[in-house]
Structure formats: C-alpha cells, structure tokens
C-alpha cells in the first residue's frame, strides 16, 4: 500500500537560515503533491502544489521540489522567521487521484 | 465565503451516546471530505464525497461511525455508540476537485469520557 513518510522529529533552526523538511513516498507515484502548513489549535492550510512533470515550484520564500525518481519532495523555507513555526504537511493524492492522504507532518521551530 | 463552517468547536460525551458533527463546505466546491486527527496516528481520511455522493468511506474505522451529505451545503459523521478511543480533533475540508487545494475548517475536539 502506498505509504507517505516525514520526519516525525521536530526541525528547530536559527532564524534567518534555510529550513529544508523532507517528504518520502513509496509504493506509488502520484501526479502531483501539495504541501499544508498547520498552526495549534487549526486546520491545514494549503501552500504549494507541485506536478510530477515540474523539478521545482515557488512562493515567494517557500521552494518545493519533486524527485519522481527518488521518490521525494523537499520543501525549503528561505531566510526563516519565528512566525515560521508550525507543523509543515506534505500531501499526495491516493492511488485514484481523487483524495489527499497526509504524511505525519513536521514540526519547524525556528528560534530568534 | 466564510470558508469551511464546522460546529461544534468542542465536545465532551459520555461513553456509548451519539455524537453529531457537522459541517458546511464553501459554497461551489464540489468535493468533501472528513479526516480526524490524532497524536498517534496523525490526519486520517475518513470518507470523500464528490457532488453530494460517497464515493470512498473505506477510512471509516466501525460500523459505528456513518456520514451523509444531504445536500451540496451541509454534511454530517456520526458516531454512535461513541467509545474513549474516538477522542480526536475531526476535520471537515472542501475543495473543487481535480487538483485543487483542500480547505479546511476550525475542526471539532472531541472528547468521550
């Protein structure tokens, strides 16, 4: 079955660097993937989406890259901000495209 | 639009009532969807309706567990009898499908004593 795997431990940088989050896929190769930010206390917010046909993808200082070949998705936070800190998704379809299934999350915690 | 619009916030039961959750997706999506959300076992898809039909509950953990959406502005999960181990934080999202984004509600905390 298709798994989804984020590093479960939390990512604490210094404010002002590159916060890079990691996103594994296996048993299958979605179409695209989209990646959410979630605060205490809320619901997932949507990000990024990225497509299987483009290597990388940006917003302002948010990248997403997406490695078909390894499986991979990274998502990079430039030049940190404590308002940063959140609990950062990733999120591919299933096997029938129709439903977002959800990786475990990681939590960013970036310190001034 | 107000966005996704769930109720309650919040929940206390006792152990073996039934529980009610609701939720109005934004207006003009035609997909939604419940997860439920947990420490252990992080954001589960419970079900996924596209236009006001169920097309895949095989989320749903129990029988005790059913959802409807009547129509294309409200939907329920129901939880009866409700057990401890059905406390989660139940979200409710909507999108217009395809590749959309999902939009989320506030969610319901759930707590059964």
């Known amino acids: 079955s298709q798994k989804i795997e984020q590093n479960s431990e939390a990512l604490n940088i210094q404010e002002g660097k590159t916060a890079t989050l990691t996103c594994n896929y296996t048993?299958?190769?979605?179409?695209?993937l989209q990646w959410y930010r979630q605060d205490p206390g809320r619901g997932p917010v949507f990000l990024l989406l990225?497509?299987?046909?483009?290597k990388e993808k940006r917003k302002e200082r948010l990248k997403v890259t997406f490695d078909t070949t390894l499986k991979q998705s990274l998502f990079h936070i430039t030049a940190s901000q404590p308002a940063d800190s959140a609990t950062y998704l990733c999120a591919p379809p299933d096997n029938a495209g129709n439903m977002l299934t959800f990786g475990g999350g990681t939590r960013l915690m970036v310190k001034p | 639009d107000a966005g996704v619009i769930q109720s309650p916030r919040h929940e206390v039961t006792e152990m073996g009532q039934e529980v009610t959750l609701r939720c109005k997706p934004i207006s003009g999506h035609n997909s939604l969807f419940w997860y439920r959300q947990t420490m252990m076992r992080g954001l589960e898809l419970l079900i996924y309706?596209?236009?006001?039909?169920?097309?895949?509950d095989s989320g749903m953990p129990e029988d005790r567990f059913s959802a409807k959406m009547p129509n294309a502005s409200f939907s329920t999960l129901k939880i009866q009898p409700s057990e401890p181990r059905d406390s989660a934080v139940y979200f409710c999202?909507?999108?217009?499908?395809?590749?959309?984004?999902?939009?989320f509600g506030q969610g319901t905390r759930l707590t059964v004593v």
């Open positions: 990225i497509r299987e046909n483009e």
């Open positions: 309706f596209n236009n006001n039909v169920p097309i895949d």
């Open positions: 999202a909507s999108s217009s499908g395809g590749h959309r984004e999902a939009f």
């Open positions: 048993n299958y190769s979605p179409a695209y």
